[in-house]
């Protein structure tokens, strides 16, 4: 009878846990009544599988005993720390995999995710265990961050040579640097995009992975020093996230101003390379 029992008190705390994330999930898309209905469900599983240990509960005046005895109530807590480490879990694999693009914003997710880890630092998960639960979202920040810069890079390459292009008529010099640059970025592109990180996430070393898709074979010398800075800023971009464990203000406020907004890829190639794409469509 007794294992019958521990049986559907797991049953209900799992039940539990989805309740919650679904909660936190259906609050991020506006869905309030889902949300306060979820997290009711949530609520009425922790007292279901948390209320038998307690003789009676003391609300308004009357008192609450522990049933058990002190080593019970350390088990209890155990079984809590399991299941937040359990629920933190789900939710950063959730968090780097969903939306990705969309809404909610960089800096929204990482306040929700803050909140998290400190939850968990409160009830004593080891600093170990919560960069575990974390490592998938912070290895799809290398995904995220190499997608913007070989992104950046071919929409610069596709308006760079627009106005010699455009150009009526040509000198040989010309038809030849636009004929050398053509097999260059074809080159580049069949080398780079679609590659990356996301192939092997959890052995990739994000520098190295940014050099294989380096543009100075056919960007213009003038702008090797500006690609090289872009570069460097999105490995630091990558290392902070990857020391915090999760989302740093600075990524978040470069992923929301760059790949959250409107043109921001071309915002940035204005300050790379001081190309005005809005200007040349």
């Known amino acids: ?66 049933r058990q005895s002190l080593d019970r109530a350390e088990e209890i807590i155990s079984r809590l720390r399991r299941l937040s480490a359990i629920s933190a879990r789900v939710t950063y694999l959730t968090m780097a995999w969903s939306n990705r693009w969309g809404q909610p914003t960089a800096r929204e997710r990482m306040t929700v995710l803050d909140d998290l880890n400190k939850q968990l630092e409160e009830i004593n998960v080891p600093i170990e265990e919560r960069r575990t639960v974390a490592r998938p979202l912070v290895r799809m920040v290398g995904v995220d961050l190499h997608n913007v810069y070989t992104r950046v890079l071919d929409r610069y390459m ?20 636009l004929t050398e640059s053509a097999q260059k970025e074809t080159e580049w592109r069949s080398r780079s995009l679609g590659k990356g990180p996301f192939k092997n996430l959890e052995g990739y070393d994000f520098a190295e992975e ?51 907004a409107e043109d921001g890829l071309d915002l940035k190639i204005i300050e790379l390379f001081g190309l005005n794409v809005n200007a040349m469509r």
Not at 28 to 43: D, V, Y
Not at 167 to 177: A, I, S, V, W
Not at 216 to 242: D, G, M, N, S, V
């Open 158 to 177: 596709q308006f760079r040579n627009r106005p010699l292009e455009q150009k009526p008529q040509k000198t040989q010099e010309e038809q030849r640097y």
């Open 210 to 260: 940014l050099e294989k898709a380096s543009p100075l074979t056919w960007l213009q010398r003038e702008h090797y020093e500006a690609a090289e800075k872009f570069k460097l800023e999105l490995i630091t971009l990558f290392e902070e996230c990857e020391k915090k464990g999760g989302y740093t203000r600075q990524y978040a406020d470069f992923y929301d101003r760059y790949v959250g």
């Open 1 to 66: 009878m007794d294992k019958v029992r521990d049986i559907l008190l797991f049953f209900v705390a799992a039940m539990a846990v989805f309740a919650l994330l679904g909660a936190v999930y259906q609050a991020f898309n506006n869905e309030k009544g889902s949300a306060i209905t979820l997290g009711s469900l949530f609520l009425v599983g922790t007292l279901v599988v948390f209320l038998p240990q307690l003789e009676f509960i003391k609300t308004f005046g009357v008192e609450a005993k522990l």
